[in-house]
């Protein structure tokens, strides 16, 4: 048992050294701002609804931070490999779709046929936002509470009740399907602005604590790798 407890907490540690960087909170932050402006767009006009599942596809940006690693941190630091997340099993998958036909869907249908347009108005002004937030809220959350950074808790604490807030703030939107799509971009613009400002913070921070030496990986050695 003692030793197991050893082995999770030099895999914690190696999946916090992934993270020490900046680097994955700024790809976080660009992500979650672009997502921003496209939903805004969205609220307007639907058709930029494909530009935004074309231009924020993760698998454009996930080899750009690899490569920002090379380039900055493994010279300086090793690299680490963390381990694949084995952890999402096929349960916990049908939790996370029950609760999103639960929270979303369920009274989306109720609000719309209790009271047609008028209960849908209510539900996509406010209610949706804060439901949504909670979802927007379960990526960091898991990094938080698994990997143990505490700077994700923030990260998923504040979608909810922003979501819960803006409403209250009598904006004027031309439909509530624009009042919905509005109020989802302030809260991902939000959570994105906050990421790159820790992001940036942490990456300066990281290129000023380890400065690349005459001997390192960048003079032809190869950096040392941790899994």
């Known amino acids: 048992m003692q030793t197991s407890t050893e082995l999770n907490a030099i895999a914690r540690k190696v999946q916090q050294a992934y993270y020490e960087d900046g680097l994955a909170d700024i790809f976080m932050g660009v992500l979650l701002l672009g997502l921003a402006a496209f939903i805004t767009l969205l609220a307007y006009h639907i058709y930029f609804l494909v530009f935004m599942i074309l231009a924020l596809n993760p698998l454009f940006y996930i080899p750009l931070i690899e490569r920002a690693k090379q380039r900055w941190v493994y010279p300086r630091a090793g690299y ?19 609760a999103i036909v639960l929270l979303v869907i ?29 979802l927007i809220s379960i990526g960091p959350f898991f990094i938080a509470y698994k990997y143990h950074i505490a700077r ?7 979608p909810p009740p922003i979501g819960a807030i803006v409403p209250w703030l009598n904006l004027s939107f031309p439909s509530a399907y624009a009042a919905f799509f509005t109020t989802l971009a302030i809260q991902f613009a939000i959570v994105a602005l906050l990421a790159l400002f820790s992001g940036i913070v942490l990456f300066l921070r990281f290129l000023r604590r380890y400065p690349v030496e005459p001997t390192d990986s960048a003079e032809g050695e190869k950096p040392h790798v941790l899994a």
């Open 106 to 134: 369920i009274p989306a249908v109720t609000f719309f046929i209790l009271s047609s347009y008028t209960g849908l108005f209510f539900w996509l002004v406010w209610m949706a936002p804060a439901t949504f937030g909670l």
């Open 80 to 98: 680490v490999k963390p381990k694949p997340l084995q952890e999402t099993s096929t349960r916990g998958a049908v939790l996370v779709l029950f």
């Open 152 to 158: 994700y808790y923030l990260f998923a604490v504040l």
